[in-house]
């Protein structure tokens, strides 16, 4: 059936969040040899050994170059400047093949082989490593947000083909009402030709312009437009919370004044510069009145809640406000939530803590002047 999509992107996307938030861990990553062939959501790896080997250099050493790039066409290596360069020194012992640095913004990867970069932006020895999507076999659940996926040998075994050949057909489609599979033509019909080793189950193959998922089965579409065999894959959309940070001040909150606390939400780097809408956004009961977005930090967005609104609060203890909302990031709708630890007073008149007034301070002035 086709479904709102308040959903979920891959497991590992969260854990890069989680990477970027706590920094490298010191346990020992999984060793990559040059030339190794490593897949996208793959975590902890350690391509000193890589490095060094492709710059003659001692295996265990520390790399003298820790630059590396991408070619989108593999003729233009050594002939221009990478695709895609990016130095991977903070972290070629915890490597994660995600987001954003193989991963791009639309949930495509950077296939192929990656090499060392000198100076002048040109390869150095032989590739680095090679990144692959991650492989899909027939009749598995694929999630709405996930990317880089390569498709062959569900697409060849739906067809009775070699697994790891050219699929014959390349054309899937998908029916609203399983009842009518064989017996109409599909709702839902595209060519992943161009992209089967490389798909993501979003917009605009697999998410409508409003937001909806065509979920359920997808079927090897014959020359007549009727399936072929089992169903390549099948799609699905849990709704699930993007995991988020929230730092809300003060940390006293007086619902015996008219004043206001902040709630600044720090969302996962793949989801910065999201469309957030405050009508969706509440703290413990509290409706936003207002939303502030930093431009010194586009991860980060701000909101303000009057103190007296705030819902179910006992007086004296210490307890977790919860701040949640809506989000849309790359045409696909998600909720976020998030909470952290306040103090609760019911005094009358003006705290030392209390915030009395916010309409005279811009969106970077409030966040300056409370953030800290």
Request: net charge neutral.
């Amino acid at each position: 059936m086709k479904s709102k999509s308040l959903i979920w992107v891959m497991a590992e996307v969260f854990l890069l969040c989680l990477f970027i938030a706590i920094g490298p861990v010191s346990a020992a990553g999984t060793v990559i040899e040059q030339g190794a062939t490593v897949f996208i959501g793959e975590g902890s790896l350690d391509v000193t050994h890589a490095l060094n080997k492709a710059q003659g250099s001692p295996l265990n050493g520390i790399p003298p170059i820790t630059t590396i790039g991408w070619w989108a066409s593999p003729w233009d290596v050594g002939i221009t400047s990478p695709t895609r360069e990016i130095d991977i020194g903070p972290s070629y012992k915890n490597l994660f093949i995600g987001p954003p640095v193989f991963v791009d913004s639309e949930g495509y990867g950077y296939l192929g082989n990656w090499y060392v970069v000198d100076m002048s932006h040109q390869a150095v020895g032989n590739p680095v490593f090679t990144v692959a999507g991650t492989v899909i076999e027939q009749g598995m659940t694929v999630f709405i947000g996930e990317g880089s996926l390569d498709v062959t040998h569900a697409l060849n075994t739906a067809q009775g083909s070699p697994l790891n050949g050219i699929p014959p057909i390349t054309t899937i489609g998908w029916w609203a009402s399983p009842a009518m599979v064989d017996i109409t033509t599909p709702n839902r019909e595209i060519d992943i030709g161009p992209i089967y080793k490389n798909l993501f189950i979003g917009p605009p193959v697999f998410v409508d312009t409003e937001g909806y998922g065509y979920l359920g089965n997808w079927y090897v579409l014959d020359m007549s437009h009727q399936a072929v065999g089992n169903p390549v894959f099948t799609v699905a959309a849990p709704i699930t919370n993007v995991p988020t940070t929230v730092k809300i001040i003060p940390k006293t909150i007086n619902q015996g004044s008219k004043g206001y606390f902040l709630a600044f939400v720090t969302l996962p780097e793949v989801y910065k510069g999201s469309t957030i809408d405050i009508k969706t956004v509440s703290c413990s009961g509290a409706p936003a009145v207002r939303m502030m977005n930093l431009k010194i930090f586009p991860r980060v967005v701000g909101f303000v809640f009057r103190t007296n609104e705030v819902k179910g609060l006992e007086v004296g203890k210490k307890v977790s406000l919860n701040v949640k909302g809506k989000l849309k990031n790359q045409e696909i709708m998600y909720t976020f939530s998030g909470s952290d630890t306040v103090r609760v007073i019911r005094k009358t008149g003006w705290q030392p803590d209390d915030i009395k007034d916010v309409s005279k301070f811009s969106d970077d002035q409030l966040f300056k002047k409370y953030s800290t």
